[in-house]
């Protein structure tokens, strides 16, 4: 059963009051591989600490209700590092805390707070919520316990089945960031220079409309020829016995649509390259201690550096033949 909308103000109270009832344990997860800018705030610290009477235990996971993350390396090497866990016991004090930190379901997001609060009965999840795709679902098949969640005021639920059926055809038209899509609108056309920041519903794409992610002209992606949208020239820049730009390569092999030209679709290609190796430099330039060996060996190394520098400004020149 699906939450439609995020329980706020009233809502959220009741929502966490049957929770509370029916649960034993609620979950709130930390996310350690910070982006920038992610230092935990001091509303997420007063939480913690306001929870810690109230805490069952803490744990590093892959994994928890409603998210699976990637485990293995990302593509410059370094180790991903699981979530912090933390598991409470659902006593009315907590209740209070939830309730002061935050007044939407949803609002549970990093860096500001924890974040996906769900609930835990008999060691099964009951209400998952995933903060990030503002997303919320009840696991229960309970006639009585349906009723109960059927008669909060307020709560926009759907079964999966009712979800189903009432898809609209156009999707993404009604997107929670009110975007309005430029060709329905109505005043642009093929080979127009879209404005900034324009947005195109899934019905337009279906019909073949799309706009270039470099030179923002609208085309037609059936009309392209398939072969201009092959890199020419392969770039490479080995340092040992790996390959810096491997990783790119290998994400243009399969790389369909969004590009309108030859000329557009080697830029994205150049400028991504050094988008790539910009970053293994500032990545070996700050001084976080790092799982990755390639990162290393970039840092320590002046010569490296000097190579991913000179590389760089290789790329930039080839770009000017386009
Ligand atoms: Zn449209
Ligand atoms: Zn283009």
Not at 267 to 282: A, D, E, P, R, V
Request: overall charge neutral.
């Amino acid at each position: 059963m699906y939450i439609t909308s995020d329980p706020k103000d009233k809502v959220y109270k009741d929502l966490l009051d049957l929770a509370f009832s029916e649960c034993e344990q609620f979950i709130l997860v930390v996310r350690q591989n910070a982006r920038q800018g992610d230092i935990p705030s001091e509303t997420m610290n007063n939480v913690l600490k306001g929870l810690s009477t109230f805490l069952i235990e803490k744990k590093e996971q892959y994994e928890w209700p409603g998210t699976r993350l990637w485990s293995g390396r990302d593509c410059f090497g370094r180790q991903q590092k699981p979530a912090l866990v933390y598991y409470y016991r659902t006593q009315d004090g907590a209740k209070k805390i939830l309730l002061d930190a935050a007044n939407s379901l949803y609002s549970w997001l990093q860096p500001n707070l924890l974040e996906d609060l769900s609930f835990i009965k008999k060691q099964k999840p009951w209400l998952i919520s995933t903060s990030h795709e503002r997303q919320a679902y009840f696991e229960t098949d309970d006639e009585y316990e349906i009723k109960k969640i059927e008669s909060i005021k307020g709560l926009e639920v759907k079964t999966r089945e009712s979800i189903r059926k009432n898809r609209p055809k156009v999707i993404y038209v009604n997107d929670p960031l009110n975007l309005e899509c430029v060709f329905c609108k109505g005043n642009l056309h093929e080979g127009d220079i879209a404005p900034e920041r324009s947005f195109v519903c899934m019905g337009c794409i279906n019909n073949g409309l799309a706009i270039c992610n470099v030179d923002r002209r609208i085309f037609d992606p059936q009309k392209i020829n398939k072969d201009d949208l092959r890199i020419q020239d392969t770039q490479t820049l080995k340092i040992g016995e790996f390959d810096l730009l491997e990783y790119i390569n290998k994400d243009f092999l399969d790389r369909k649509g969004g590009l309108c030209s030859k000329k557009c679709f080697h830029l994205f290609y150049l400028n991504q390259c050094i988008k790539h190796l910009q970053t293994y430099l500032n990545l070996a330039s700050d001084n976080d201690e790092t799982t990755s060996e390639i990162i290393n060996e970039i840092r320590n190394n002046e010569v490296n550096q000097y190579i991913l520098k000179n590389k760089i400004k290789q790329l930039e020149t080839i770009k000017l033949i386009y």
